[in-house]
């Protein structure tokens, strides 16, 4: 039975509700923590549904980076004989598609997250950017899996990981800074105008080859290796690569250009989408 | 209990048209525009941009805490746009609205319902999404299953729920939230009578302990029953603000002088509509006398005419009751052996009741016409009629009969 509101219970706050302009939404962290159960609900809902009724499950968090590293190793190991740095192509390539592969599946979701819960979004408030977050949030899952099964496979190479891989926390941070910040500012713009829909699965295939994903940076000639570093995914790939194989130096120029660019990313990705929120329930 | 709960002060909603209707545009119809738009800068002053439309203008309202308020109006009159400012789920354009208390918005039914999560799942999904704590959830969690009485259901995916027994979890679960302030949106027509019956004791409950509801609904008699005081909206401003039986009072008055006037001309048709072909004028009639005033259980006619010809129109009309309740619904799509669709294109539609079984009383005929499998057009009370005494099945009607309908019928009694 419905209970009467308890006399002794805080007085409620009063909220104003009137037109807004500048940055006032995603970057008020008091209402973020007023909603962190659905934040919560909204993740668990995007890692519970992801494989629900398929038959293989979370293995396509395996299979989809493995398949990638077979065909590479044929066409680019094997038959263009792209250069691996002195490693085994399989590894080489593994160890780049393992992040790769975390971030093209968040940003093909994340960038559509708020035109497919429109049902939502047009019926109920919550703080938009949970949307986006969620399934990057759902995307760890398959990172770790991932994560996992690559340091098998380096193990079973008779290679052992170096004190480097303590760093993949921090490449982690850049990776995510960086789909976080683009999948927000693309949702967005879906909710506006479709086109998102087709520029990025193409977006996604032109970001993997200006990434070295199937080359080493080390190919590209000074000083384009370092200006490529602007991309965040150099200094992710190639700071996994160091960190999970334990070989060659550091390559610390790339991951601190990658980390400034993606906190650029970022910040004006948030931005963007702190501007346009409050129109979503309008256009949507 | 005197407290404010909700303090509106000239809130104004534009939308502009054409943006909203098309619902998105193309990143090129953009583009182009903004290569325009150095060359035209001169002309934009006297172009104005697009048409706007203000679904609220200047509209204030103080709704103490405790007060239980229904929002009344024809379509369009910006009812829900009201609600959903007041829910956050958009911004006014101009204005502001104090909301004092947390907000529980019920605009529609089962929103956020995942098909591949079970009802388990769903249930804390669904809690989260409505604004409850998980903890909340948790201590709730068997009130909400027996509520929607569906124990064995819980480990069930909901995409094989059927939409009943969606719609009584979805129910269920709203219902058991705990806010200081609940915004309802024509929610309680859903699932069987029995458990209409019992989601109007829930929101009566809901009423009773203290909680400021504001409600919406085309059901005056749920309206009439729950609230105690009603604000009447008329193309986005406050017409009448008024206990709730005078507020349903002038409702009515204003739909009948709606009805009276040139059907062409009214502007609160369905938002859903086509419109490549309005409904120009509605009447029913029977064997001789004036529109709109028929004899109970003589053959009746209700004729719509509409502007243009469109292949296969369909039409459904509903026939509802002074306090606004739906009797009969009569819809073409609905096939029988009986009916006729003639050989050459045109504008009227008929439709023929043999014997009408309505009591004597004021009923009004909501018309929806629909081709090319889209609503065409839609009007709520095109028409009023007045039912005279009559006889229903050989036997005589009193004036004074209980209820809308009578069924022809007999009786066998003993000596």
Redesign the interface.
């Known amino acids: 039975?419905?209970?009467?509101?308890e006399p002794t219970s805080p007085p409620?706050?009063?909220?104003?509700?009137?037109?807004?302009s500048g940055f006032s939404r995603v970057l008020a962290p008091k209402e973020l923590w007023r909603y962190r159960?659905?934040a919560?609900?909204?993740a668990?809902?995007d890692i519970?549904?992801r494989y629900?009724?398929t038959a293989l499950g979370g293995a396509w968090a395996v299979l989809q980076p493995i398949g990638f590293m077979v065909v590479f190793s044929l066409i680019f190991g094997n038959v263009a004989g792209i250069a691996s740095n002195g490693l085994p192509y399989p590894l080489f390539s593994l160890a780049a598609l393992v992040p790769w592969t975390f971030f093209s599946n968040a940003l093909l979701l994340g960038s559509d997250s708020l035109v497919s819960n429109s049902?939502?979004v047009?019926?109920?408030?919550?703080p938009r950017i949970f949307m986006p977050a969620g399934v990057i949030v759902a995307g760890f899952v398959d990172l770790a899996i991932s994560l996992a099964i690559l340091l098998v496979i380096v193990l079973a190479w008779g290679y052992a990981p170096s004190p480097a891989i303590l760093a993949l926390p921090l490449l982690l941070a850049i990776a995510t800074a960086a789909v976080l910040g683009t999948a927000a500012a693309l949702s967005a713009i879906n909710?506006?105008?479709?086109?998102v829909r087709y520029v990025v699965p193409f977006g996604i295939q032109m970001w993997l080859f200006v990434s070295p994903v199937v080359y080493p940076s080390s190919q590209i000639s000074e000083p384009w290796r370092t200006l490529s570093a602007v991309n965040p995914m150099v200094g992710v790939v190639e700071g996994f690569r160091w960190a999970t194989l334990g070989t060659g130096a550091a390559p610390w120029d790339l991951i601190g250009i990658s980390a400034a660019a993606a906190a650029a990313i970022l910040l004006a990705g948030l931005a963007y989408f702190d501007r346009v929120e409050?129109?979503f329930?309008?256009?949507v | 209990m005197s407290e404010i709960a909700i303090e509106a002060h000239e809130l104004g909603k534009r939308?502009t048209l054409g943006?909203?209707g098309r619902?998105?545009?193309?990143?090129?119809e953009?583009l182009v525009e903004a290569a325009k738009r150095p060359f035209d800068r001169g002309r934009r002053e006297r172009q104005p941009k697009g048409d706007q439309l203000w679904a609220l203008k200047d509209l204030s309202l103080t709704i103490r805490s405790g007060e239980v308020v229904g929002l009344i109006g024809h379509n369009g009159a910006g009812k829900s746009t009201l609600l959903?400012?007041?829910?956050?789920?958009?911004?006014?354009?101009?204005?502001?609205?104090?909301?004092?208390?947390?907000v529980g918005?019920l605009?529609?039914v089962g929103?956020?319902f995942?098909p591949?999560?079970t009802g388990r799942?769903n249930i804390?999904?669904n809690g989260?999404?409505?604004?409850?704590?998980?903890a909340e959830i948790q201590a709730r969690f068997d009130e909400i299953v027996e509520f929607a009485e569906m124990e064995r259901f819980l480990e069930t995916?909901v995409k094989r729920y059927s939409s009943g027994m969606s719609v009584r979890l979805a129910f269920a679960v709203a219902a058991h939230l705990?806010p200081?302030i609940l915004l309802v949106d024509e929610v309680l027509a859903v699932g069987d009578a029995a458990f209409q019956r019992k989601s109007l004791g829930k929101m009566n409950?809901?009423a009773k302990?203290?909680?400021t509801v504001v409600f919406v609904s085309h059901n005056l008699a749920i309206i009439q029953a729950l609230c105690s005081r009603g604000v009447l909206l008329e193309r986005g401003r406050v017409k009448a603000d008024a206990p709730i039986n005078e507020a349903i009072d002038r409702y009515l008055r204003t739909l009948e002088s709606a009805a009276s006037e040139d059907l062409l001309q009214r502007s609160d048709r369905d938002n859903r509509a086509y419109d490549e072909t309005l409904v120009r004028h509605l009447e029913i009639r029977d064997a001789g006398g004036t529109p709109n005033v028929v004899v109970a259980g003589r053959p009746a006619a209700i004729v719509v005419d509409v502007t243009e010809h469109l292949p296969s129109m369909e039409c459904q009309l509903t026939i509802v009751n002074s306090l606004g309740q739906p009797i009969a619904t009569l819809d073409s799509e609905m096939l029988a052996p009986v009916d006729v669709r003639g050989p050459e294109p045109g504008t009227r539609l008929e439709c023929r009741i043999e014997s009408l079984p309505l009591l004597p009383g004021r009923y009004r005929i909501d018309v929806i016409v629909k081709a090319k499998r889209h609503i065409q057009d839609g009007l709520q009370a095109a028409a009023f009629f007045d039912v005279e005494p009559g006889m229903i099945g050989e036997r005589p009607i009193a004036a004074e009969a209980d209820g809308d309908v009578s069924l022809p019928h007999s009786w066998r009694l003993p000596a």
């Open positions: 039975m419905l209970r009467p509101i409620p706050e009063t909220i104003r509700l009137q037109p807004t159960d659905l919560g609900q909204i668990l809902r519970t549904v629900r009724q049902a939502l047009s019926k109920i408030y919550f909710v506006r105008y479709r086109d409050r129109a329930a309008d256009f | 939308y943006v909203r619902g998105y545009g193309t990143l090129r953009s959903k400012i007041l829910s956050r789920i958009t911004e006014p354009s101009a204005g502001y609205a104090d909301v004092t208390g947390r918005s605009l529609e929103t956020g995942h591949e999560l799942e804390f999904l989260a999404i409505l604004g409850m704590r998980r995916p705990e200081e409950e809901v302990a203290g909680r």
